[in-house]
């Protein structure tokens, strides 16, 4: 089965500072992996996927993440935190066959940004 | 266009009562998931309908159901509700390229 971890369940940073959330994923073969924020009492917006053979993804609002199968991981950043970045944070992923192509998240990261 | 419309926004329900919860998808899609939240948690799946057929179901009871209409629309029921359904209810939509849009949830809070 597979799993998302997300290490730091809140992560603090200065206005302007580099973001860094991360997203380590379980799965015996590399999955389709997404990032998506979550702003309160709303729903989800996708951020950026990974869906190919591009490790380098750049997504909405500034934001990338790096897809590094050695790591299995997909951590997301963005060089210059913006107040309007402060939100929650879901790493996902999803299986490349066709079983339905479900979402299995992580926990969750709250992004909080100080000015 | 408008994206995934979810109804209602919110609810607030007796344990032992039955709740119905709406979804119409984004134009175009013709797949409906649909995902719990619990407070402080991340999204979990609960099932995923496509041509009025549940095809993948999550690690929820039988009390949770649903039903896909022929205009692609949803509907999520949950009987006998108890107090840990109290959740963030997520509806999300797909058509024939990767990627789910997701609508802005109903707020359930059994009491």
């Known amino acids: 089965a597979q799993s998302v971890t997300q290490l730091g369940s809140h992560v603090s940073v200065s206005e302007g500072a580099l973001v860094l959330l991360r997203c380590n994923y379980s799965?015996?073969?590399?999955?389709?992996l997404f990032w998506y924020v979550q702003y309160p009492n709303q729903g989800l917006q996708l951020l950026l996927k990974y869906t190919s053979a591009a490790t380098l993804v750049k997504g909405i609002n500034g934001f990338e993440a790096e897809f590094k199968k050695s790591e299995t991981s997909f951590h997301l950043t963005k060089p210059s935190a913006h107040m309007r970045d402060a939100a929650e944070y879901f790493c996902a992923v999803s299986d490349r066959g066709n079983a339905g192509n479900m979402l299995t998240f992580g926990g969750g990261t709250r992004l909080m940004v100080k000015p | 266009d408008a994206g995934v419309t979810q109804s209602p926004t919110h609810l607030i329900k007796t344990r032992g009562q039955q709740v119905t919860l709406r979804c119409s998808p984004k134009?175009?899609?013709?797949?409906v998931s649909w995902y719990q939240q619990a407070l402080g948690q991340g999204p979990q799946f609960i099932f995923q309908y496509y041509e009025e057929e549940e095809r993948q179901r999550g690690n929820f009871p039988d009390r949770f159901s649903g039903h896909q209409f022929p205009n692609y629309s949803s509907e999520l029921n949950v009987n006998a509700l108890l107090l840990g359904d109290s959740a963030l209810y997520l509806c999300?939509?797909?058509?024939?390229?990767?990627?789910?849009?997701f609508g802005s949830g109903t707020r359930l809070t059994v009491v």
């Open positions: 134009s175009g899609h013709d797949t």
């Open positions: 799965s015996s073969v590399p999955p389709y």
């Open positions: 999300a939509s797909k058509g024939n390229s990767y990627g789910y849009t």
